[in-house]
């Protein structure tokens, strides 16, 4: 698979809910590694059944956004309060770039406890450091 | 103070023996090179890269005793690195010696001590107390780096992406500033921002694997969004570069490699094979977020 024959599509950052994957079914995305915590490696297993994934580490996002092959971003947040978003380690990160190239950012409410909800489906990596980030709705610019 | 990845392939006795990147920090091994095949295995496996493979190509021509085919047959290999520019500076010494292995040696002659002399001006502009962060690894001139700090009584702490999916940054850079008790601190490559929002560093340093004389360079994948995040913050950018060139960096090649190597430095990573994946090994980073590069002439842009 070549960059460069990949039409834009959005990205998933955090933990979606499970009827996310319902209703998604067909659609494509990028999906990003999510260190310390490889969160990317479950969603890509969700979404495969149905979808189209495909996944990428997270220092590959700057090119991403460079050669404008991300639509948008769906950002699944871990709490809201005011106007401040809580997410997983590297929201901020995902959050400037986006709105440095201009790049809109869909907020949705994801998984409150996601190490418990995904070691469901995925036991056999190890979750090292975790961290929560805080980004405001000033990011949520986009286009 | 040392690194073996400040000088990772070295000539004796027309037997090239290069440093295994891909098994440090477990082991330090090195792998005989004889043949050209054998160079673009090494080349192709990533045993070795950045300055270590400046010096395969030298001392690969010194024994294949041609300059241009080697280039050509590097360059299929790893197709972003520009080794008709090596080609180039080894064919002008090479007029004056008519001698390869002769050229070789006159041109690496100098090679540690101006290496030493750009990271001692790039220490002058630095902070007195100078908290970087690094992507990836400038065989071994960080460790210089130090030294030229602490010489002139500035305080430094590194930070260091861990440059995924190689692994690089925790590998080879933090092992090798760590074994010299060098401060330093391993973050995963999406912590870059938070650490620059907290004010932790203040200021990035990253090699270059190409470079325009426009001053664009192309180096690790990571090293663009540490120049946007670092632009964001008003944080400064420098980059060591090796010899720019006059060229337009969207016409250079951007190496994929294979989708597998993205899992394999992860525990059972057999599991995810079927996964499609994406791997950019480089990226581009344009001159209007670099706020200095430091050629190998010591010459500060």
């Known amino acids: 698979m070549n960059l460069y024959d990949i039409n834009p599509m959005s990205l998933i950052w955090g933990y979606p809910k499970d009827s996310f994957y319902k209703y998604t079914k067909g659609e494509s995305f990028f999906v990003s590694e999510m260190r310390p915590s490889f969160a990317g490696l479950s969603i890509c297993q969700h979404l495969n059944k149905a979808n189209t994934a495909i996944y990428i580490t997270d220092n590959m996002l700057g090119i991403l956004f460079y050669k404008n092959k991300i639509k948008d971003i769906l950002f699944f947040y871990k709490n809201k309060k005011d106007n401040l978003y809580t997410g997983i380690c590297g929201s901020l990160y995902i959050n400037v770039l986006a709105k440095t190239h201009n790049i809109e950012i869909k907020f949705y409410e994801g998984l409150k406890n996601e190490f418990e909800e995904y070691r469901k489906i995925s036991t056999d990596f190890p979750f090292i450091n975790y961290y929560i980030e805080s980004c405001d709705e000033s990011f949520s610019g986009g286009n | ?301």
């Open chain 2, 1 to 301: 103070m040392n690194s073996p990845l400040a000088w990772p392939v070295t000539f004796k006795n027309n037997i090239i023996y290069v440093l295994d990147e891909t098994e440090l920090p477990l082991e330090e091994k090195y792998i005989e090179v004889k043949t050209l095949d054998e160079a673009l295995r090494v080349l192709g496996q990533m045993k070795t890269r950045a300055f270590g493979q400046v010096l395969l190509f030298f001392y690969t021509c010194a024994i294949s005793n041609k300059i241009d085919e080697i280039a050509q047959e590097f360059l299929k290999t790893r197709p972003t690195f520009d080794f008709f520019l090596l080609s180039r500076i080894l064919k002008e010494v090479f007029e004056k010696t008519n001698d390869i292995k002769s050229a070789v040696d006159i041109l690496l002659d100098n090679f540690e001590k101006k290496r030493r002399n750009r990271v001692k001006k790039l220490a002058s502009i630095l902070p007195d107390y100078s908290k970087i962060l690094t992507i990836c690894n400038v065989s071994g001139e960080l460790v210089y780096l130090y030294e030229a700090l602490r010489d002139i009584g500035k305080k430094v702490a590194f930070y260091v992406s861990e440059t995924r999916p190689y692994l690089q940054g925790s590998r080879l850079t933090f092992w090798e500033l760590n074994r010299n008790n060098i401060p330093v601190k391993l973050i995963c490559d999406n912590q870059s921002a938070i650490i620059m929002e907290k004010k932790l560093v203040n200021c990035i340093i990253t090699g270059s694997d190409r470079s325009t004389i426009k001053g664009d360079i192309i180096n690790k994948i990571g090293t663009y969004p540490l120049a946007v995040l670092a632009n964001y913050y008003n944080i400064p950018f420098y980059s060591l570069v090796q010899y720019p060139s006059d060229i337009d960096v969207n016409e250079i090649v951007i190496e994929e490699r294979p989708k597998e190597e993205i899992f394999m430095f992860i525990n059972s990573s057999h599991i995810y094979a079927h996964l499609d994946a994406i791997y950019m090994s480089f990226d581009i980073t344009p001159s209007e977020l670099i706020t200095g590069r430091i050629d190998m002439e010591g010459n500060l842009r």
